[in-house]
């Protein structure tokens, strides 16, 4: 106890302690902190459930287009397809009509057939009966050597024997029309063997049914 007197003395601190002592303060303070809370921990099955949709959305976006393009390919193809059988079709009717068209050719004088008029003629048979609709016109031609009448008379002789060979091949004659043109429509001009050899003829023209009957 301190009387009276007695006087009490303070001496002051160093300034290297009073440095000393914040610190330790401070330190003592720092180890006092309240814990830092932290969020909640990250959900992978969330994360997990969202990538399998994400990947189940592009697959179907990936099959949808995958179908798309096949649906597209495959009407190409059809397409194709009908284009083609078109242009075969179309081919093959006009070789077909070719033959129908093709010309046969006599003798000097003559109305009977040669084998190669035969030849000719049997290769219009199976045109004719693919193709029912068509009706025909035969013309007798000549060449220019002969009195006009007796000329005409021979081209008409010469379109029904043509038509008589078709009948007796199985075409109804209702369809064959015969008729003569004598020399007055010569396919060569000219005065001379080869001219005339070509100007003995008979020509055959579709005239019902069509070319794509």
């Given at each position: 106890?301190?009387?009276?007197?007695?006087?009490?003395?303070?001496?002051?601190?160093?300034?290297?302690?009073?440095?000393?002592?914040?610190?330790a303060?401070a330190l003592?303070?720092?180890?006092?902190k309240?814990?830092?809370?932290?969020?909640?921990?990250?959900m992978?099955?969330?994360?997990?459930?969202?990538?399998?949709?994400r990947a189940d959305?592009?697959?179907?976006?990936n099959?949808a287009?995958?179908a798309e393009?096949?649906?597209?390919q495959?009407e190409?193809?059809?397409?194709?397809?009908?284009?083609?059988?078109?242009?075969?079709e179309?081919?093959?009717?006009?070789?077909?009509?070719?033959?129908?068209?093709?010309?046969?050719?006599y003798?000097?004088?003559?109305?009977?057939?040669?084998?190669?008029?035969?030849?000719?003629?049997?290769?219009?048979?199976?045109?004719?009966?693919?193709?029912?609709?068509i009706?025909?016109?035969i013309t007798?031609?000549?060449?220019?050597?002969g009195?006009?009448?007796?000329?005409?008379?021979?081209g008409?002789?010469?379109?029904?024997?043509?038509?008589a060979?078709?009948?007796?091949?199985?075409?109804d004659?209702s369809?064959?029309t015969?008729?003569?043109?004598?020399?007055?429509q010569?396919?060569?001009?000219?005065?001379?063997?080869?001219?005339?050899?070509?100007?003995?003829?008979s020509?055959?023209?579709?005239?019902?049914?069509?070319?794509?009957?």
């Open positions: 106890m301190v009387t009276d007197s007695q006087t009490l003395t303070f001496e002051p601190m160093h300034p290297r302690h009073t440095i000393l002592a914040v610190v303060l003592a303070a720092g180890c006092h309240p814990p830092v809370a932290l969020g909640p921990a990250p992978s099955g969330a994360a997990d459930s969202l990538n399998s949709a959305s592009i697959a179907r976006a099959a287009r995958q393009l096949a649906r597209a495959a190409q193809d059809s397409l194709r397809a009908v284009r083609d059988r078109e242009q075969r179309a081919a093959q009717n006009a070789d077909a009509m070719k033959v129908l068209a093709a010309t046969i050719y003798d000097f004088d003559r109305a009977d057939l040669t084998e190669a008029a035969r030849s000719l003629l049997l290769a219009k048979v199976p045109v004719l009966q693919a193709k029912p609709n009706r025909i016109r007798g031609h000549t060449d220019d050597r009195a006009s009448e007796y000329n005409l008379a021979l008409l002789r010469r379109a029904a024997e043509a038509k060979f078709l009948v007796n091949n199985g075409i004659a369809r064959l015969i008729t003569s043109m004598g020399a007055e010569p396919a060569v001009q000219g005065d001379n063997e080869e001219a005339w050899s070509r100007n003995r003829r020509e055959f023209e579709p005239i019902s049914g069509g070319a794509n009957q």
